[in-house]
């Protein structure tokens, strides 16, 4: 069983939070992983742009990070859990980027949690071409899972501006 803990910097936690711990479950099935201890953090661009000059030496915001650990941990129960790391996302740039690319919030969200997940699973890219395998995979992911929502319809199809 996989397990997702969600937390906040520099924004309030949202109602829809649940939402995106449901949808990271449903995207780790949809990839075959079991056991899995996610941890996916929530931002603004002040923390993501600290944090992506630290480790990317990028002064800059960008939608999502994936900061893999790879661990496997033993329970007490004497069960394996596999530590693939953490994902953080910028709700900023991601109502930026969903006006800029007009989709819905709540596609990019989806597409942007798919997209960490896959870079802890150990894929990555060269660009963000749709002819990279990982972005393919991504893409059919998302696809697979389109039924699946984060945000209340109200946000999911407001204005993306």
Same mark, same amino acid.
């Given at each position: 069983?996989?397990?997702?803990?969600?937390?906040?910097?520099?924004?309030?936690?949202?109602?829809?939070?649940?939402?995106? +711990?449901?949808?990271?479950?449903?995207?780790?099935?949809?990839?075959?992983?079991?056991?899995?201890?996610?941890?996916?953090?929530?931002?603004?661009?002040?923390?993501?742009?600290?944090?992506?000059?630290?480790?990317?030496?990028?002064?800059?915001?960008?939608?999502?990070?994936?900061?893999?650990?790879?661990?496997? +941990?033993?329970?007490?129960?004497?069960?394996?859990?596999?530590?693939?790391?953490?994902?953080?996302?910028?709700?900023?740039?991601?109502?930026?980027?969903?006006?800029?690319?007009?989709?819905?919030?709540?596609?990019?969200?989806?597409?942007?949690?798919?997209?960490?997940?896959?870079?802890?699973?150990?894929?990555?890219?060269?660009?963000?071409?749709?002819?990279?395998?990982?972005?393919?995979?991504?893409?059919?992911?998302?696809?697979?899972?389109?039924?699946?929502?984060?945000?209340?319809?109200?946000?999911?199809?407001?204005?993306?501006?």
């Amino acid at each position: 069983m996989n397990r997702v803990a969600l937390t906040v910097e520099e924004v309030p936690l949202p109602a829809w939070s649940g939402g995106v +711990e449901r949808y990271a479950l449903q995207a780790l099935d949809a990839i075959g992983r079991d056991n899995w201890d996610l941890s996916i953090m929530l931002c603004g661009d002040k923390t993501i742009k600290a944090l992506n000059a630290r480790y990317r030496g990028k002064d800059e915001a960008t939608d999502v990070l994936s900061f893999e650990l790879g661990a496997e +941990e033993i329970g007490e129960d004497g069960g394996s859990r596999y530590l693939p790391g953490d994902i953080v996302i910028s709700l900023d740039t991601l109502r930026k980027n969903a006006g800029y690319f007009k989709t819905g919030e709540d596609e990019e969200l989806r597409r942007l949690l798919i997209h960490g997940i896959l870079h802890l699973d150990g894929m990555d890219h060269r660009t963000n071409d749709d002819t990279e395998p990982m972005i393919i995979l991504q893409e059919r992911i998302l696809a697979r899972l389109e039924k699946e929502r984060i945000l209340p319809v109200e946000l999911a199809q407001g204005d993306n501006g």
